[in-house]
């Protein structure tokens, strides 16, 4: 189904659609047309309203429930509020104080670790919503030269040298013994294609050069090969990416609390890290303040959730991202703000 904008919606079934979302996400219940026609002041019949709402239906901007007469929003419906009707609050000057000062007394005199763990717990407190924020990306480790020596039978020491100062020894283990001869050739070979790059890229490019040429792999390649599956693992794969606060809150989503395997599903996508990383790394490429409305994710973990999220900054640059996970029906226009604010108070702390 085509997306659907603002233009094609007539002022009438705008304002009646804004009307709906706004009490379906303030009482959580289908909305009926009598309810409508008492809190639009548009002096409508419900049988008009009736009419609207059929045509909204047919537009995919909302639909019945089975068990109501009453209507609920899409995530369509969502959309087409989030990006036309959402009229966003500003943060009133007490709220925007206190969020400030809240923050100012948990970030005093953190690490960043703890910084962005604290800016996480204190983002779930105020929104009553599950944060999360992608940690820094780490800096480039550039491979400058490498080493090999031969410890015993299957153990070789590799020598790194990374950036411009910084030497590293690893200790491998082989799965078979090599010559002197054969760790030179290899080390030569590493150094010749890969000096200069992301160590931690020299493992993923080399199998890429092995599919090219497979038909051609010799005894140079089968070495290199290995010496560099074990010396160039990922050094920093048990650091944590992101830090996560209130994910009890999660429980208290209706759409969820009833549906422990969407819950499960969601608490082992904490864990696995995957889907949540390859989000944030959609919001941390975008600008400004961005919002995944259930199925727009790409993700079915989050089909029942919403998604605001914005990027922090040091020196100009975004380095991270950080947001909340909630239900669909959310109060965007206190949540943007919020999410809006931490952003940048992260920002500022971490000059």
Do not use: W
């Not at 690490?111 to 800096?139: C, G, Y």
């Not at 990416?241 to 969407?262: C, P, R, W, Y």
Request: proline share 3%.
């Amino acid at each position: 189904m085509p997306k659907v904008t603002h233009e094609q919606i007539n002022d009438r079934a705008q304002r009646l659609l804004k009307i709906l979302i706004d009490r379906y996400i303030r009482d959580g219940q289908p909305v009926g047309s009598r309810t409508l026609s008492k809190d639009s002041d548009l002096d409508l019949s419900p049988a008009t309203i009736r009419n609207v709402m059929a045509d909204l239906e047919e537009m995919g901007l909302v639909f019945s429930p089975h068990t109501s007469a009453g209507r609920i929003p899409t995530v369509r419906g969502y959309r087409v509020f989030v990006d036309s009707l959402l009229q966003v609050k500003q943060l009133s000057n007490d709220e925007e104080s206190q969020l400030r000062r809240m923050f100012k007394n948990d970030a005093r005199g953190f690490d960043s670790q703890r910084l962005f763990e604290k800016a996480s717990h204190l983002l779930s407190e105020v929104t009553h919503l599950t944060s999360v924020i992608m940690l820094p990306r780490r800096q480039t480790k550039a491979l400058r030269h490498v080493e090999f020596l031969s410890l015993s039978k299957q153990r070789v020491l590799a020598i790194l040298v990374i950036n411009e100062h910084e030497v590293q020894n690893r200790i491998i283990h082989t799965s078979r013994p090599y010559s002197a001869a054969e760790l030179e050739s290899a080390a030569n070979y590493l150094n010749a294609a890969f000096a200069g790059k992301d160590i931690n890229r020299v493992r993923q490019d080399l199998v890429g050069e092995m599919r090219k040429a497979r038909q051609d792999l010799d005894n140079l390649m089968e070495t290199a090969i290995e010496m560099a599956d074990k010396t160039f693992s990922n050094q920093e794969e048990d650091k944590p990416d992101f830090v996560v606060a209130g994910q009890t809150h999660l429980m208290d989503i209706a759409e969820l609390s009833t549906n422990i395997d969407k819950l499960r599903h969601l608490f082992t996508a904490f864990n696995q890290k995957c889907d949540i990383l390859h989000l944030l790394d959609q919001a941390i490429n975008a600008q400004g303040i961005q919002i995944f409305i259930g199925e727009e994710s790409g993700y079915d973990v989050f089909d029942d959730c919403s998604v605001i999220t914005s990027p922090y900054k040091v020196d100009g640059s975004v380095i991270g991202v950080l947001g909340v996970i909630g239900p669909t029906r959310m109060a965007y226009e206190r949540v943007i703000p919020i999410v809006d604010l931490t952003a940048k108070l992260l920002s500022s702390a971490l000059k």
